[in-house]
């Protein structure tokens, strides 16, 4: 985990309301990626974004919005347009190697 | 496109008896291949890396995966299971700036 942190560990969502999970590193990376994972299905790649004020969608982009205003930061906006959004959310990021380093994860459960 | 496929979604093992995970690829290039550790309720840590320089790769904790070009495949082995290796270890490929999980093995080692 060492130097990507996500906040907070666990979320509790309100159907209805979008709430933003924090991604902050302080490897020096250029890269930065979100992933979603849920049970049996491995990780699926929402957003990346590869520079500052750069991002692209991943594969399942829909009811997530992203920024990147800063080379530290990459936060997730989880909209109410997300129908399942209940799942373990995944932050990594990578230097000039392609190896991605993943962050401790963040729990999001819609009450 | 790349993919993954992990066989055999549960394994169980004995602590001492080796540990081996399988994993075939499909890739329009020379790969850059990956084996993740999960343990619950954390990140993703890198087990080790394949990017060409050797098809026997040696990684962290006693793991070690062999690339076959032949036979599309990137299998894991640990010649002796210990209580600590219980979690879920992910087969990855890298291609276009992304990666491509397989759907995980989830390994339980007995006592």
């Known amino acids: 985990d060492g130097g990507i942190t996500q906040s907070p560990k666990y979320l509790f969502r309100k159907e209805g309301q979008n709430v933003t999970l924090s991604c902050e590193q302080n490897?020096?990376?250029?890269?930065m990626y979100w992933y979603r994972q849920d049970p049996g299905q491995g990780l699926r790649l929402i957003y990346y974004?590869?520079?500052?004020?750069?991002?692209q969608k991943g594969d399942i982009a829909e009811g997530y919005s992203v920024s990147r205003e800063k080379k530290e930061s990459f936060p997730l906006t989880v909209t109410s347009a997300q129908k399942n959004p209940t799942a373990f959310y995944l932050c990594?990021?990578?230097?000039?190697?392609?190896?991605?380093?993943f962050g401790p994860g963040t729990r999001l459960t819609v009450l | 496109a790349q993919s993954v496929t992990q066989l055999d979604s549960h394994a169980s093992v004995s602590e001492g008896t080796p540990v081996l995970l399988r994993c075939n690829y499909s890739?329009?290039?020379?790969?850059?291949l990956f084996w993740y550790v999960q343990h619950p309720n954390k990140g993703l840590q890198l087990l080790l890396k394949?990017?060409?320089?050797?098809?026997l790769v040696k990684g962290i904790n006693g793991f070690e995966a062999e690339f076959k070009k032949s036979e599309t495949s990137f299998h894991l082995t640990k010649p002796s299971a210990h209580m600590s290796d219980a979690a879920e270890y992910f087969c990855?490929?890298?291609?276009?700036?992304?990666?491509?999980f397989g759907k995980g093995n989830q390994v339980v080692v007995i006592p």
């Open positions: 974004s590869q520079i500052v004020n750069d991002f």
């Open positions: 890739s329009s290039y020379s790969p850059s």
């Open positions: 990594a990021s990578a230097g000039l190697t392609d190896t991605q380093y």
């Open positions: 394949y990017t060409s320089a050797a098809t």
């Open positions: 990855v490929v890298r291609g276009n700036n992304r990666l491509a």
């Open positions: 490897l020096n990376h250029d890269a």
